[in-house]
């Protein structure tokens, strides 16, 4: 869990405003994955990003939202124009390879709160 | 689409009493059924992850079994420190598919 480092970890945006939630990998991931988790709600997928390369992003919402995972430095997941509704637990995960059964492991989350 | 359902939602024991959680799931090919622990606040940490019918795993008072619609999560002789959720996920493409988890509290 320690391995994959977000920040924030807390984030407070005022409506209209933008979120930016950056994820670095484990140390020899290469494979970067970004969940949300919304009150009450269970973990759902967002997007899965190589370097430079968006794998699967049939999770994202289709506007305001975007994800990218540059050859240098952390993933970053950018949300527009926030939303109250935008409000919950963002986590980042990271694996080895995209292969069957890889584990895939969590950071801590970062927190955002829209008001 | 895959779909995961855990049950119970919430699960209270006393310390010592033995229990099981339940996942059932339906998938075309399981391709890894995952275990993970997650602490209010925390992000989810791995637990196990059970690729085919009949496999089990064990860590500490924790063991994890698989058959062919279903995982259990047997506690046994649980303390308070395993208080949690526990969250099981099947991979599904590029993704894991999570159940909504089992919020588990142990009394001293």
């Known amino acids: 869990n320690a391995g994959v480092m977000q920040n924030p970890r807390h984030l407070v945006r005022r409506r209209g405003q933008e979120a930016r939630l950056r994820c670095s990998p484990m140390?020899?991931?290469?494979?970067v994955y970004w969940y949300r988790q919304l009150p009450e709600e269970g973990l759902k997928f967002m997007v899965y990003?190589?370097?430079?390369?968006?794998?699967?992003e049939s999770g994202m919402p289709k506007e305001r939202f975007s994800a990218e995972f540059p050859k240098e430095g952390p993933s970053i997941l950018r949300i527009q124009q926030v939303v109250r509704g935008d409000s919950a637990a963002y986590f980042c995960?990271?694996?080895?390879?995209?292969?069957?059964?890889?584990?895939?492991?969590f950071g801590e989350g970062s927190w955002l709160t829209v008001v | 689409e895959d779909q995961v359902t855990q049950s119970p939602e919430a699960l209270r024991l006393q310390e010592g009493e033995s229990s099981s959680l339940n996942c059932s799931y339906t998938?075309?090919?399981?391709?890894?059924l995952f275990w993970y622990r997650q602490d209010p606040g925390k992000g989810p940490e791995f637990l196990f992850t059970?690729?085919?019918a009949g496999e089990e795993k064990e860590k500490e008072r924790l063991k994890a079994t698989l058959t062919k619609k279903e995982s259990f999560l047997h506690i046994t002789a649980p303390k308070p420190e395993d208080s949690a959720t526990y969250l099981c996920a099947v991979q599904d493409g590029n993704k894991l598919v999570f159940g909504a988890g089992t919020i588990l509290r142990v009394k001293s």
């Open positions: 998938v075309s090919g399981l391709r890894g």
């Open positions: 990003l190589q370097k430079e390369n968006i794998i699967d």
């Open positions: 995960a990271s694996s080895p390879a995209q292969r069957t059964g890889n584990t895939i492991y």
């Open positions: 059970l690729y085919s």
């Open positions: 140390k020899g991931h290469s494979h």
